[in-house]
């Protein structure tokens, strides 16, 4: 599950976490925010978290589609088994297995 796709899960939670921090930070201090001024602050922030989140997802997702693409020119498939990132000349790729043959009186 992407970061991104948790967020948007709990979107509503994290909105109200924010107001509620915002609340609590106006009481510590001894000042009052209006509610205008409350809604537009921590929806702003909800929207800079979930750009922020987005733009990890996609950033990550282009990483690793880097890297495979990258490292699809080791890969070697041989009988089913896929050899990743094991040189064609390495005695790992040359393992053989063998299964027991039946007795058949």
């Not at 796709?5 to 994290?14: E, F, K, P, S």
């Not at 976490?17 to 205008?36: E, P, Q, W």
């Not at 699809?72 to 027991?100: D, N, T, Y």
Request: aromatic share 6%; proline share 3%; net charge positive.
């Amino acid at each position: 599950m992407a970061i991104s796709d948790a967020v948007v899960g709990n979107l509503t939670i994290l909105y109200l976490l924010l107001i509620a921090a915002m609340k609590a930070y106006g009481l510590a201090t001894g000042r009052s925010f209006s509610g205008c001024c409350v809604i537009a602050l921590s929806t702003a922030a909800v929207a800079l978290i979930l750009i922020a989140t987005l733009t990890w997802d996609i950033s990550r997702k282009a990483t690793q589609a880097l890297m495979i693409t990258r490292d699809r020119r080791h890969e070697m498939c041989r009988g089913g088994i896929c050899w990743h990132g094991v040189a064609v000349k390495s005695p790992a790729s040359q393992v053989r297995f063998r299964l027991p043959q039946g007795q058949n009186p």
